[in-house]
């Protein structure tokens, strides 16, 4: 058993409580390699940002749990070595049973989301409450999640959404004691989250009327990438083939942090501009083969995006 607090990482519980009161939402970045650890911790420390390091069940199996963790551990002195000693989360993104989420928790996770939207609403409840009642024992914060998104991400994957029932949420909260709850109002998975000629638009009415009947409770945004439309563009100049990616519109996404929403995670955008950046390189330089000069480049894009993000649509800048 590896306690977070001994690899420098808080849980989400106060992170949350300032986001809400702050107007603001923390980002949550998921990370499968070193230069995405890099760009995420940059960002961060020049924003003065607290951040949410996400890790899918996919990113697990792709980089090693135990390497994960000795990248967050790294990534918390890294900060420090930066000059800003900014709160950093270690958070399993649509953990799916619960096996998964005690494994994280005794692998050094501050925080860890079970992922029951898939079940009938009382297995959702009952498979909640169970991780919760372990993790508490470690003071591991859990994120649930009520209602269904579209798209796919990794090991998720859903055909249509199912939007969060308002009336559902008092009692799902009540009965597995969750710290925080994704809910699903119109946000997807991927990159294709809308087609040409749709009106992307969240139900920011669905989200009032939840912030009604749990008043001042976390809410978390799953599937928010923006999909820019600039960066898609780059990707088909330099031979890429993204047809018809369109994602959430950003000024929706800052109307929605100034809520109790204090978790938005985005991941496409940043995959988005890290293959931009690399696609770039490998058209104007073909002869080049050293990764160093590949990866670069997919770093700085990727932190420049992530500053955008905190500055322009998440408002978490100076919160530290």
Known sequence: ???????????????????????????????NNMEQMQAIIQACVETKSPVILQVSSGARKYANQTILRYMAQGGVEYAKELGCQIPIVLHLDHGDTFELCKSCIEYGFSSVMIDGSSKPYDENVELTRRVVEYAHQYDVTVEGELGVLAGVEDDVKAESHTYTRPEEVEDFVSKTGVDSLAISIGTSHGAYKFKPGQKPEIRLDILHEIEKRIPGFPIVLHGSSSVPQDIVAEINHYGGRLKDSIGIPEDQLREAAKSAVCKINIDSDGRLAMTAAIRKVFVEHPEEFDPRKYLGPAREKLKNLYKHKIYDVLGSNDKM
Request: net charge positive; no cysteine; glycine share 10%.
């Open 1 to 31: 058993m590896v306690s977070y607090k001994d690899l420098g990482l808080v849980n989400s519980r106060e992170l949350f409580k300032k986001a809400i009161n702050g107007g603001y939402a923390i980002p949550a970045f998921n990370f």
